[in-house]
Each structure stands twice: as structure tokens, then as C-alpha cells.
């Protein structure tokens, strides 16, 4: 009994991890709960009308979306959205990447995926550096094609309506085709629905089988690499890392009870983003904005080195 006691202690901040992402994960789908059991949960729409995560605002299990799927929207139309911008920094600004650690269900699910049992690889070094720039990449094409989008909207509409129609699904759903959401609540089911079940294959031309073998891919991958997608391909990532660095909160390292990578490493070796916490100041470390404020590193530190930081430094 004491054993089990130990082990609830020494977990503490992952079960409460769990349980948050649980229950984050029925709030922001709450119509399965709607459809599993008799009730009306029409009260939550409001709270998940509008989140700092990824979530499809096209998935069928819950009515809202992503505050970065709303804003490339809002651009696409061109309207500049400058209120849900100024939201998303003070969220980024005041929680840091906690959403995505704590709240987002695509990270939950990925996590479901690193939890099967399987002995977890890493990345060389300098791969996983260049990988990181994936998502970036990704972003800054969509604001490349989406911002003059918006602006012709209101310079010239008869090119605006060309320009919409040469784009096609991209300008109605911006994030939608780098969206792991969008994949599971909405392109998949579509295909099992209307191409698996009635065995209609001839109708899914080479993007639709592309989309279907890479995001398959992600997930089954999700396995051995934990958090990949979150890692290279999150558009919301992308731009929550490029805010982390400013960011009030933050984790430190206590350069008194750190003992380095010769004598320990144990941070290193659980970080499930694969940051080089050794190699970052004490001050705070973000491994380049890629915490997500998971805390296994704080949790498994035996010499408690890890804390949290709430401050400009």
C-alpha cells in the first residue's frame, strides 16, 4: 500500500496531466458525450467557441475551432483580425505552449500513441534541428498566399473572386490541409464514409491517397517519436514557439542542485519533444519554444532542479 502511495506521489503531475487532458479532450469534442449518453451539453459551445489549440472548426464532435484557424479565415476574407491576434499573443505570452502540453487533443491523442509501450527513438541532432523549420515553413507559406488574399478582397474584387477560385479549398480552409485535426475529426471519416464503406477507391484521386498515407504516417510514427507532429508540421506550434521565447512563464534550471549531463541527464532522456535542457541557460530554457510545459523533466528530476518561473527573466 505504501508502494502504490509512492508511486501516486512520485506521478503526481502526470496523472494530473491525464486527467486535464481528458477531460479537455470531452470538453472540446463534448458532442460525443451528447451522443454517447442523454444529455445537452449546449452550454460549453460558448467556452470552446474560439481556443488557443489546433481543432478543426469543421470537426462534427465539437463547435468551435482553433483562434489561429479563425484568423487565416478572417484573412482569407479579407478581414485583418486584429482582436484575435491581440488574443493569441496575451494567451502565448501568459500560458506560454501549457495548451498544447495540457489542453490540445491532437497532442493528447499523439501522447495516447507514445504511451503504447515501444522503446522511444530519437533524431540525430542536427536532423532534428532541421526538421523543426518544417512548420515554419508551412506558416509562412500561408501568409504568403492568404495576406494578399485579403488585400485584394478590398483593392479589386473581380481579381479577388479569381484568386479565391484559383485556390480553391485552400482559401476556405487555410490551416485545414496542414491540420492533423482536420485529418481525424473530418478528412478520415469523409473517407470512410463515402470512399472505404461503399469500396468507391477509383474516386479518391492522388492527393486524397497522399493526405491519407502521410497523416497515417504521423500518427503510426507518433509511436517511437513522441509528439512528432507537434515537433515539425503544427502550424499552431509554429507560431506558439516563435512567442515562447517572450513569454512570462517558463521552466529553470537551479544551478546549485543541477549536476549536468556527465552525471545525469535524466530531463534529457524523458523530454518527449527532445530538447537539449543541458545545453540551455538556467535562467529559463524553452529548447528553442518547442516546451510545451509537459513537466515530466520537473517530475523525474531526482535532484528537483527544475522549477517554474513566472517573470520577465
Known amino acids: 500500500m505504501r508502494f502504490k502511495r509512492l508511486k501516486i506521489r512520485e506521478n503526481s503531475i ?17 458532442i460525443i458525450l451528447e451522443i454517447i449518453f442523454p444529455i445537452n451539453l449546449l452550454s460549453l ?3 470552446t467557441k474560439v481556443l488557443p489549440i489546433l481543432n478543426s472548426p469543421r470537426n462534427p464532435f465539437s463547435k468551435g475551432g482553433g483562434i489561429l484557424e479563425y484568423i487565416f479565415f478572417s484573412m482569407a476574407e479579407g478581414v485583418f483580425p486584429f482582436f484575435l491576434i491581440a488574443v493569441l499573443l496575451l494567451v502565448l505570452l501568459f500560458s506560454n505552449r501549457f495548451f498544447c502540453g495540457w489542453i490540445c487533443p491532437i497532442g493528447s491523442i499523439q501522447d495516447v500513441c507514445a ?9 540525430k541532432i542536427q536532423t532534428h534541428k532541421t526538421l523543426l523549420n518544417i512548420k515554419y515553413v508551412f506558416i509562412i507559406i500561408t501568409i504568403i498566399i492568404i495576406f494578399p488574399l485579403g488585400i485584394s478582397k478590398n483593392a479589386n474584387i473581380l481579381f479577388y473572386i479569381d484568386f479565391k477560385s484559383q485556390l480553391g479549398t485552400f482559401a476556405q480552409q487555410p490551416i485545414g490541409f496542414f491540420s492533423l485535426s482536420e485529418f481525424i475529426f473530418v478528412y478520415f471519416p469523409y473517407l470512410v464514409q463515402n470512399i472505404f464503406l461503399p469500396a468507391q477507391f477509383s474516386a479518391l484521386e492522388f492527393g486524397g491517397y497522399f493526405i491519407l498515407f502521410f497523416y497515417t504516417l504521423i500518427i503510426v510514427l507518433s509511436v517511437w517519436y513522441p509528439r512528432i507532429y507537434c515537433r515539425y508540421i503544427c502550424p499552431f506550434a509554429a507560431i506558439s514557439s516563435a512567442v515562447s521565447e517572450y513569454s512570462f512563464l517558463k521552466l529553470a534550471r537551479n ?4 549536476v549536468g549531463r556527465s552525471e545525469c541527464g535524466v530531463c534529457e532522456n524523458i523530454c518527449p519533444k527532445q530538447i537539449r ?3 540551455e541557460q538556467f535562467e529559463f530554457f524553452t529548447g528553442r519554444g518547442e516546451c510545451n510545459l509537459c513537466l515530466e523533466c520537473k517530475e523525474k528530476c531526482p535532484y528537483d532542479a527544475i522549477v517554474i518561473k513566472f517573470g520577465s527573466v
Open 14 to 30: 502526470t496523472i494530473t496531466r491525464r486527467i486535464i487532458q481528458i477531460l479537455a479532450f470531452l470538453i472540446v469534442n463534448y
Open 45 to 47: 459551445e460558448g467556452l
Open 115 to 123: 504511451a503504447i509501450p515501444t522503446k522511444k527513438r530519437k533524431f
Open 255 to 258: 544551478p546549485v542542485k543541477c
Open 277 to 279: 535542457i543541458l545545453d
